[in-house]
């Protein structure tokens, strides 16, 4: 009976990682922090965290949907010598847009 008891409390987490949002949070938080340095592409973000570019992709997405990151230009990258967007979610560096729907209801 002790065994038993033994077995199943070693196994069950063992090293108590936090379940499996932790991950996805602190990459998370690497990708918005190497944004803010300077404006870059996801391959510069790639190439320096080592973080999936399908997760920065999708980290980005998220990013824009909450207003934490724009895109700042569109250049020829230096690695792949194609164009790339570079973002930045400093907000010092944010362009302001103009919403075109809030101006159908003014009145000038």
């Known amino acids: 009976m002790d065994i038993k008891e033994k077995a199943t409390s070693s196994t069950t987490n063992p090293m108590n990682y936090g379940g499996k949002d932790s991950g996805f949070r602190s990459q998370y938080q690497i990708v918005y922090q190497s944004f803010k340095e300077r404006p870059k592409t996801m391959l510069d973000v790639f190439l320096e965290t080592g973080i999936l570019r399908a997760n920065i992709c999708r980290y980005v997405a998220d ?12 250049m020829d990258d230096v690695h792949t010598k ?9 907000k010092i560096l944010f362009r302001e847009v103009e919403d075109k729907q809030l101006k159908l209801w003014e009145v000038e």
Not at 63 to 68: N, T, Y
């Open 63 to 74: 990013m824009e949907d909450k207003g934490l990151i724009q895109l700042l230009y569109k």
């Open 82 to 90: 194609f164009k790339a967007g570079y973002y930045t979610t400093d």
